[in-house]
């Protein structure tokens, strides 16, 4: 019963203090932690949260984080970097390799090639490419006539 009675008395002397500071502007409590040496220290203590947060920053994060960040950007720097690097020298080696046997001489080899033949093909065909009208219509009187030829032969 008396702790109640101490939090309810508590209660009443905030709820009276508040009134005559904040709404009626009482010029005894107006200023007054600026007056009296001691409520300003306390004022002070209060509005930066008893220095929890300066504890917090300064003492646990550097005492746990820093160590913690100094470690990670070793094995960042140590170890993870070494693996890439193994890899990409793996890498370019393998790409190298790629380039001159696969790219060289299957792709390359397979268009020089298919322009070997186009050009042998062309080079054979040119003869036939004069340009005589009459030479043309006997060329396709000569193909229809073997191709009839053909046709007779299979059907028999």
């Keep these: 019963m008396l702790s109640m009675v101490i939090v309810f008395l508590g209660m ?15 010029a005894r409590l107006v200023g007054l932690t600026q ?43 140590n170890i993870l970097d070494g ?4 890899i990409s020298s793996l890498t370019r080696k393998l790409s190298g390799w790629v380039y001159q046997n696969i790219d060289k001489r299957v792709v390359d080899g397979t268009v020089n090639n298919s322009a070997t033949f186009t050009k042998s093909v062309g080079t054979a065909a040119q003869p036939t490419q004069s340009g005589k009208v009459g030479q043309y219509g006997a060329l396709l009187f000569s193909a ?7 046709l007779v032969i299979i059907n028999t």
């Design 12 to 26: 009443a002397m905030s709820w009276i203090l508040s009134m005559l500071l904040f709404t009626k502007r009482d």
């Design 35 to 77: 007056r009296i040496k001691i409520l300003g220290v306390g004022h002070n203590f209060l509005v930066n949260k008893y220095y929890l947060d300066d504890l917090y920053e300064k003492v646990i994060v550097r005492s746990v984080a820093y160590p913690i960040s100094r470690a990670a950007y070793w094995f960042n720097q």
């Design 83 to 86: 693996i890439l690097h193994s």
């Design 144 to 150: 229809a006539a073997v191709a009839a030829l053909v």
